[in-house]
């Protein structure tokens, strides 16, 4: 089935704003000597899509994925998972938000290891529900409303304004007219201009994240033997008569925590050595700035 004019229009804004930020994000990963992957080849994996697999088995399409140690034919450690999103009409937005923290949040538990950054780029109409059930998750969203994105193609005689009454002769008329359009890197650069405070605060918090650096590491062993009650009087028996002093005991497990700079911490609980060893292997990051 074709789709409609009004589809493949709000298509044309979507990717647009995709590759204003997949550039800006590009030149954030030479900086930080990271890797972006993004929809397209890559000998690490199969396809054009940014596939992950959380923890339960379930693959989630992402748009962008920042790696450190990441190469064409590697995949590294994610470092920030980000999505991008257009609505036209509010009343897809809470949808799609759901949608975006059902990708996210199971690839942020696999990968907990890591303390990955999530992010979301939205643009057009959503709604504060929207934006605020993102934020109270963790995610950092930088915001592009509709009004906005008019007015950065306005300045340069593009009009994509839209209502469910536009006819299908004039939503063909602005496709066209976008076709033939050869200054997008200028619309790009003002629109980037028009939200310039928010875009600094997205790539600040992003920036936090990649250039963090451990300032502790606590570590608890725990030790003793696990005993079994049958009463609640039997149990404070126990507890009042157990000795303190027992430092023969066998540790039955390793608790973690590891703090960083920016305040993200990590926490993790181990029944060996060797896996508290190996949690404790994969924090290979940023060193701090002396």
């Known amino acids: 089935m074709a789709k409609s004019p009004a589809h493949k229009l709000g298509q044309i804004i979507g990717d647009f704003i995709e590759e204003v930020f997949a550039n800006e994000l590009a030149k954030f990963a030479r900086k930080h ?3 972006l992957d993004k929809k397209g080849e890559r000998s690490a994996r199969p396809g054009k899509k940014v596939t992950w697999t959380d923890s339960f088995g379930n ?8 790696e450190r140690n990441g190469k064409g034919n590697k995949i590294g450690e994610p470092v920030a998972f980000i999505e991008c999103a257009w609505r036209r009409y509010t009343r897809h937005s809470r949808n799609k938000a759901q949608e975006i923290q059902g990708a996210i949040l199971p690839l942020v538990a696999t ?7 999530i992010g979301v780029v939205l643009a057009g109409e959503f709604t504060g529900g929207a934006l605020t059930q993102l934020k ?4 950092n969203v930088l915001y592009f409303p509709y009004d906005l994105i008019i007015k950065a193609f306005k300045k340069y ?8 009454s536009t006819s299908e002769k004039v939503l063909f ?12 890197k200028d619309i790009a650069s003002y629109l980037l201009k028009l939200n310039k405070v928010n875009v600094d605060i997205f790539f600040n918090n992003l920036e936090k994240t990649v250039d963090r650096y451990i300032v502790s590491i606590g ?22 008569n157990y000795r303190t002093d027992k430092n023969d005991l066998p540790v039955l497990k390793y608790e973690i925590l590891v703090r960083y700079n920016n305040e993200d911490k990590v926490e993790g609980v181990f029944s060996s050595k060797g896996t508290a060893i190996e949690f404790l292997k994969s924090y290979k990051g940023p060193k701090p700035k002396r």
């Open 173 to 184: 008329n602005k496709i066209k007219n976008w076709k033939n359009f050869d200054k997008k």
């Open 157 to 164: 005689n593009i009009d994509i304004s839209t209502e469910e």
């Open 33 to 35: 000597k990271l890797y």
């Open 136 to 139: 109270s998750l963790g995610f």
């Open 59 to 66: 693959s989630h399409d992402l748009d962008f994925v920042l």
């Open 219 to 240: 570590i608890r062993p725990l030790h003793g033997s696990y005993f079994s009650m049958l009463t609640i009087d039997e149990a404070i028996t126990f507890i009042n």
């Open 111 to 117: 990968n907990k290891n890591y303390a990955p950054f």
